[in-house]
């Protein structure tokens, strides 16, 4: 079973006396239109997950951000049993160095959020059971098959520590 790599860039900042905030977005077209979504997407051929997931964040949000700054933070492989096609193998970063300030693209709208007040109820329903760990603990390595209705999660199982 082949699965699409991609790549999420979870960018960290941490405000005195309210708390560590990630940046997200609202999906405005394609996979997921209408969900939060981590920034990132699809590794092209010929680049490393690094040099994607740099192209993808400022593809969506105007930012630059150098692979010297990234920090490993696991994998989600996505397993869609009644739509193999959309599996995915997620390579996750993050990263609290950056330059510019997040805009609007064509593909999503970004915005700040409390990591914990995560807006879990708006995004995909696999996301609480490894984004939270990704961001707290910044390794992950988890499998998430979703049911047949391709929304809701029959299960996630971690594999092992990420190394």
Request: glycine fraction near 8%; aromatic fraction near 8%; charged fraction near 20%.
């Amino acid at each position: 079973m082949t699965s699409a790599p991609v790549t999420l860039c979870f960018l960290l900042r941490d405000l005195e006396g309210v708390g560590t905030e990630v940046l997200l977005g609202l999906k405005k077209t394609g996979f997921g239109t209408g969900k939060i979504v981590g920034v990132g997407g699809h590794i092209e051929a010929g680049e490393s997950a690094a040099e994607a997931v740099c192209r993808e964040v400022y593809e969506e949000t105007g930012i630059t951000v150098l692979e010297s700054d990234l920090r490993p933070a696991g994998r989600v492989d996505f397993v869609f049993p009644a739509r193999p096609l959309w599996n995915m193998s997620a390579i996750l970063f993050t990263t609290r160095t950056w330059q510019g300030e997040p805009e609007e693209s064509m593909e999503i709208i970004p915005e700040w959020f409390l990591l914990d007040s995560l807006p879990l109820e708006r995004m995909w329903a696999d996301a609480e059971h490894w984004l939270p760990l990704a961001l707290t603990k910044g390794e992950v390595n988890v499998v998430v098959t979703l049911n047949p209705d391709n929304e809701t999660v029959q299960s996630a199982v971690t594999i092992s520590e990420f190394l």
